[in-house]
Structures are given as C-alpha cells and as structure tokens.
C-alpha cells in the first residue's frame, strides 16, 4: 500500500519561506506524478504545483508562480513544496498526492490524483 506523509509546515510571518516534504513509500515513486494541494478554512481544496514523475515538467496555479517550487528526489522517495515569499492568504492544509503514471503528466484536479497524505498545516502571519 501506498502511504504520502507530509512534513514541514508551521508558523511563518509573511514574507519568509518554508519547505515541505512528503514521503512516499513503496519502491515505484520514480513512476507518479507528485502534486500539492491546499485548503483554506471555508474554501475547497486547491491546487497549488505539479511535477511529473520525469521531473522535466512543472505546473503551478497563478498565484504561487515566481515564488513556490515543487522539486523531487526519486532516490530519497520524496517531493517537496519550496514556498518563498509567504503571503497571509498562503495560509492554509497542504498535501500531497501521487498520480500514477499516465500520458497526461499532470493533473490539476484531485479526482486526477490515487494517492493522499494527511496534510499540513501551514499559517502565515501578517
């Protein structure tokens, strides 16, 4: 069975970075897509950056391009989620999730993910 954790959140002022992992286990990472979604308190979930299990390609939602990056270790088994210039509306539950190999690389909805980390919470201070 396939299991996403998801570490690094916590509290941040606005304008500082953090960076969050999500382990995946199992010994066929290198072949998912691997994507971070958010939620807000009274909003959907959202997505927020893809990157395909290649690594060559990278999608972002507008208002986190120029300061999130979605880079991955195939040996390490893990993603992560760069966030730099933390807004206050950056807050939000982040997850994970793995998309199993397909011929669309990406996806930008969660129906289009198999796999789901727990989330974490991340809150930026103004």
């Known amino acids: 069975q396939v299991q996403l954790v998801e570490s690094g959140g916590g509290l941040v002022q606005a304008g500082g970075s953090l960076r969050l992992s999500c382990a995946v286990s199992?010994?066929?990472?290198?072949?998912?897509?691997m994507g971070w979604f958010r939620q807000a308190p009274g909003k959907e979930r959202e997505f927020v950056a893809a990157i395909s299990w290649t690594g060559d390609i990278t999608y972002y939602t507008d208002s986190v391009k120029g300061r999130f990056t979605i880079p991955r270790d195939n040996v390490k088994n893990t993603a992560f989620l760069q966030m730099n210039k933390l807004k206050p509306e950056d807050t939000a539950v982040y997850s994970c999730a793995a998309r199993h190999q397909s011929v669309v690389p990406i996806a930008t909805y969660e129906g289009g993910y198999n796999y789901w980390g727990q989330g974490t919470q991340v809150t930026v201070s103004s």
């Open positions: 199992g010994r066929t990472f290198s072949s998912y897509t």
